[in-house]
């Protein structure tokens, strides 16, 4: 009787961690947190957790830099543009003056090589995130 008690307590007080990391983008069928769009292309996309753990989506870099600037925020990620899934948003190198879906014109990379190397085939610019949330993302 009593290892039956203990083991109801057992359930009824555990409670599962949290969920922590990026998920995987279902492209067609999720929506950006913050214009509703669909997300239809890889490379663009960005991921944060908020301090409850909640996943929040987003097509473009800059929606989920417009919307974390007005929301408590726990972890971010973003796409890395070459393919190579999420890379934190603080260990990213960024390229300025490209076109996204939501016309942003930021991307991110996981290795600064290649984000220097896009940047010059594709006439953009390598900017560190501090420019990012004070200069060239804003709506």
Same mark, same amino acid.
């Given at each position: ?18 969920? &922590? ?71 990213? &190198? ?5 076109? &996204? ?33 004070? &200069?060239?993302?804003?709506?």
């Amino acid at each position: 009787m009593v290892a039956c008690a203990a083991l109801l307590s057992a359930v009824l007080l555990w409670k599962p961690a949290p969920p &922590t990391g990026p998920e995987p983008v279902r492209y067609g069928r999720d929506a950006c947190e913050r214009c509703r769009m669909h997300m239809a292309t890889p490379g663009f996309a960005a991921e944060r957790r908020d301090e409850k753990g909640a996943l929040h989506k987003y097509d473009d870099l800059g929606c989920m830099l417009i919307a974390a600037s007005h929301a408590a925020s726990g972890e971010a990620w973003v796409e890395d543009r070459a393919g190579s899934g999420f890379v934190p948003l603080l260990s990213a &190198t960024f390229v300025a003056g490209v076109d &996204t879906p939501m016309n942003y014109g930021v991307i991110a990379f996981r290795d600064a090589a290649a984000a220097a190397k896009f940047a010059a085939d594709h006439g953009g610019r390598v900017v560190p995130l501090e420019r990012l949330l004070t &200069t060239e993302v804003r709506r």
